[in-house]
């Protein structure tokens, strides 16, 4: 079935790097994309969203790559901190319009910053 | 704090009991979404409502789990005879149309441990 997935469960990266931790997904109708950050015991939040029509987009030290040719999806974290520590989500929607608006999420990659 | 909210943060309850959550989305988002994760896993899309009315229910939500949200602000979400597998934690998320404000944003979670 349709899925979204990570390449990698866990990643340790020396503060101060760069990480990036990379998604891919099967579904070819998605259409907006989202990352998120957990922390333990908190909630999903928000970081970065990306829409189809898009093949990068930039936040504050975040940076969201999006290759549908070969449907992947990237998130890159510049100069990593120890508060970056946390597991990471990519979600995936076919909003425009397909009526569905449910999020599908895969499993998550655990970033470790060794400080 | 704006954010979303949700009570009680963590519920312990035998099996058999019935359990109920509350979830206070941000103030005008209309559309409510609830989401179940399990250990390990990411968050899986139980039901969602734009204002009132609940539009969509995924296969997991079972004649046992019923939510309403009955004057379009907060949600309420139901167990009856709650079972073991029914542990998980419980999130809620709240977005507001139109486009391009359709980013969920979500609450810290109800964790329901079923003994």
């Known amino acids: 079935g349709e899925s979204v997935g990570l390449h990698l469960p866990t990643l340790s990266v020396q503060e101060g790097d760069n990480s990036i931790i990379n998604c891919a997904y099967s579904n070819s109708a998605s259409d907006y994309f989202i990352w998120y950050k957990q922390e333990s015991g908190k909630g999903p939040q928000f970081i970065i969203d990306i829409r189809s029509n898009m093949d990068k987009r930039q936040g504050q030290r975040v940076t969201v790559l999006l290759n549908k040719t070969v449907k992947h999806l990237s998130l890159q974290i510049a100069a990593t901190q120890p508060g970056d520590s946390a597991v990471y989500f990519c979600?995936?929607?076919?909003?425009?319009?397909?009526?569905?608006?449910?999020?599908?999420f895969g499993k998550g990659t655990k970033l470790s910053v060794i400080p | 704090d704006t954010g979303v909210s949700q009570n009680p943060r963590h519920k312990i309850t035998k099996r058999g009991q019935n359990v109920t959550f509350r979830c206070d989305p941000i103030?005008?988002?209309?559309?409510l979404y609830w989401y179940r994760q399990t250990l390990g896993q990411g968050p899986e899309f139980l039901t969602y409502?734009?204002?009132?009315?609940?539009?969509?229910k995924s296969r997991l939500l079972s004649d046992r789990f019923s939510a309403e949200r009955p004057k379009g602000s907060f949600s309420t979400l139901e167990i009856q005879r709650t079972e073991q597998g029914d542990s998980a934690m419980y999130l809620c998320?709240?977005?507001?149309?139109?486009?391009?404000?359709?980013?969920?944003?979500f609450g810290p979670g109800t964790r329901l441990l079923v003994l």
């Open positions: 103030s005008e988002h209309n559309r």
């Open positions: 979600a995936e929607t076919p909003y425009s319009g397909a009526g569905s608006y449910q999020l599908t």
């Open positions: 409502f734009q204002n009132e009315a609940q539009l969509e």
């Open positions: 998320a709240s977005s507001h149309t139109p486009y391009p404000q359709e980013t969920q944003y």
